[in-house]
């Protein structure tokens, strides 16, 4: 059990840290973002909107006690990588700009999918109550 556990926390923290990062580089309204979102067609105050998703994300990931949030959080990234892989396919972008939100999805998936393991062995491990 306990491997699993210490896999799920170092994927995770580095995720974490990693959409932390891009959500706080969307509110700082960096020029490289800025440069995207014209190429993508977007608007700039996107950038605050998906940042604070992927700030409140990284956060929802973080935290242990609330196992819903943490279900919407990866539902959330989700959407958030698939819709930029389409974004760029629509584009026309070369296909390493939609090949990259793919592969922080299936990290992402990979800690989901430990993360649930994770749970499934501890609920296992939980002695029942004697009534």
Known sequence: MK????????????????????????????????????????????????????????????????????????AGFTINFISAAVSWAIVGAPIAYSVFPLILLVVMFFTYYVWKKYERRSSNNIPALAL
């Open 3 to 74: 491997p699993s556990k210490t896999l799920y926390w170092i994927v995770t923290i580095i995720f974490s840290a990693l959409m932390l990062m891009d959500g706080f580089a969307g509110f700082a309204m960096t020029e490289d973002g800025k440069a995207a979102m014209q190429q993508l067609g977007y608007p700039n105050y996107i950038m605050y909107l998906v940042g604070a998703g992927k700030v409140l994300g990284a956060i929802a990931l973080l935290q242990t006690r609330y196992k819903t949030i943490k279900e919407w959080a990866y």
